[in-house]
């Protein structure tokens, strides 16, 4: 099974910083194969990214994806107050499909 | 619009069993692949079950194998995930998800409901 070390465990920023998250994995993620998701709290996963740095309908372009094999990223540009929320990555190249343990971004 | 709406969580003792469900809309229903994921309070995303969309391939991670079974039925677009020999550790708050390729295995949600919240406990 692929593990997902994500960090930091926790990013304190202003809105309208760089936000910078990162999800290693354990091995190589076939093709790309990575998902980033944002969680609020009481609410259900949304998905931000998929196959590393493709955007899912409707999200803004400051959510960007990127890297490959064993290291990616999450970058949002410029937060908004509406961005202060856990995100989690997932890997789907190989079975089982695993999450990373999420990265919390709050305010500074 | 897609929606996933999921029901049939509670409170069960140890050794018990649950079903819960999940009614979808908005989508051809049987074209897609479904998963159940669960989320442990206060704690990160746990992939459990998925199958493909004509029902015929299931997966099950370790954790749940032997215990839990998913199912589904096309004709109701509902998805089924019956639990049994519950335990403490797997209370959480079980979400369905839609996934976000046209293939016949699990690969991402984009699309989730609301989730259903499972309490395991005496």
Redesign the interface.
Known sequence: EIVLTQSPGTLSLSPGERATLSCRASQSVSSS?L?W?Q?KPG?????LI?GASSR??GIPDRFSGSGSGTDFTLTISRLEPEDFAVY?C?Q?GS????????TKVEIK | EVQLVESGGGLVQPGGSLRLSCAASGFTFSSYAMSW?RQAPGK????VS?ISGSGGST?Y??SVKGRFTISRDNSKNTLYLQMNSLRAEDTAVY?CAKD?LFSD???????????TLVTVSS
């Open positions: 194969y998902a998701y969680q609410q259900a996963p949304r998905l998929y899912a309908t989690y997932q789907y079975s089982p499909e695993t999450f990373g343990q999420g | 994921v990160g995303l746990e992939w998925a997966y991670a370790d979400y976000g295995n699990w690969n991402y949600g984009d699309y989730w409901g609301q989730g």
